[in-house]
């Protein structure tokens, strides 16, 4: 059974940062992606960022060059740096994974979240 363990999130004020932690319970060589999806109140889940297992990123919004997805597989870890962090940006945020087996079977995997909290 494959988890994902988040961590990091917490209350920061406006313009504060926090960075998120995501550690898979395998080795995130395993996975071909791994990204980050967040969920404001009432609101669907969306994309933040996501890392390759060629260490390719993407970014939901390219012109948010505050928030950087990395990857350390020493520590077999996937972070998200948030800087300049808005309110409109509070969300649980949620680690995500992908993995393909030997026999051509595609799972997902969804962590269990943690929240963000930025006050107006």
């Known amino acids: 059974q494959v988890r994902l363990v988040e961590s990091g999130g917490g209350l920061a004020q406006p313009g504060g940062s926090l960075r998120l932690s995501c550690t898979p319970s395998?080795?995130?060589?395993?996975?071909?992606?791994i990204g980050w999806y967040r969920q404001p109140p009432g609101s669907q889940r969306a994309l933040v960022a996501t890392?390759?297992?060629?260490?390719?990123?993407t970014n939901a919004d390219s012109g948010k060059v505050r928030f950087v997805i990395s990857r350390d597989d020493h520590d077999n870890v996937v972070h998200l740096q948030m800087d300049n962090l808005k309110p409109e940006e509070s969300a649980v945020y949620y680690c995500?994974?992908?993995?393909?087996?030997?026999?051509?079977?595609?799972?997902?995997?969804w962590g269990q979240g943690t929240q963000v909290t930025v006050p107006s």
């Open positions: 995500h994974a992908k993995r393909d087996t030997d026999s051509g079977d595609r799972y997902a995997y």
């Open positions: 890392i390759t297992h060629d260490r390719k990123t």
């Open positions: 395998q080795s995130v060589y395993t996975f071909y992606v």
